[in-house]
């Protein structure tokens, strides 16, 4: 008994050795990200503003590390009454849980570029500071989405939501939504310091070929 303590114990001590190093490497990474990003992301505010007069950052809510909502922000790549046009679009959804669809009428032309490039993300390295999210991870679902899963693909939630993962460096949103289950999951079981670091220099390519990106 006192043996199969200890090895608890010590899976213990490593899975949180683990973690600290994760959140080491996502506050010294995002922090670098925001310093050196700096002039690209006021250029992006001041093309967004000049484009429609609207507001510059979009705050969404999304489900994070086990079940806990939390405010994900993002650059406004759509028009200012997107909302209430997605009711129009409501026959476009890619499955019975994503809402996806190849040129959305409503992105605006900045936005086109925002997406293509993944620039509208850029404001949730402010996320992954504040511990919402990490650099890599399964990406954070809407609260409606969340509502339609299944028991398997609640196991998504067991995770920190990320930046990037396996299927945004395979494919992003070529990648049905069974799929992107899947390599959520395979990235939790496999999950390393090793394998962010991995999937981190994978996303450079990715985001510079704009591979699935719409």
């Not at 000049?50 to 979009?58: I, K, Q, T, Y």
Request: proline share 5%.
């Amino acid at each position: 008994m006192a043996r199969l303590w200890q090895k608890r114990l010590a899976w213990q001590l490593v899975a949180h050795g683990s973690l600290l190093m994760k959140r080491g490497l996502d506050i010294a990474v995002a922090a670098i990200l925001l310093i050196l990003l700096s002039p690209l992301l006021l250029l992006i505010a001041l093309a967004i503003k000049l484009e429609d007069g609207g507001p510059v950052r979009f705050r969404q809510t999304r489900v994070g590390l086990r079940g806990r909502t939390f405010e994900m922000w993002k650059f406004r790549s759509m028009v200012l009454n997107s909302d209430a046009l997605k009711k129009n679009l409501a026959n476009e959804m890619q499955s019975n849980v994503l809402f996806k669809m190849r040129n959305d009428p409503r992105i605006t032309r900045v936005g086109k570029w925002l997406r293509r490039s993944s620039a509208d993300e850029l404001p949730q390295l402010w996320n992954v500071l504040r511990g919402d999210m990490s650099l890599v991870g399964p990406r954070p679902p809407l609260p409606s989405e969340v509502e339609r899963y299944g028991a398997e693909d609640r196991q998504r939630l067991f995770a920190k939501p990320g930046l990037t993962c396996f299927w945004q460096v395979g494919g992003r949103s070529e990648i049905d939504f069974q799929d992107q289950v899947r390599l959520d999951l395979g990235y939790i079981r496999s999950a390393s310091l090793w394998v962010d670091i991995k999937l981190l220099f994978q996303t450079i390519p990715a985001v510079l070929l704009g591979k699935g990106a719409y």
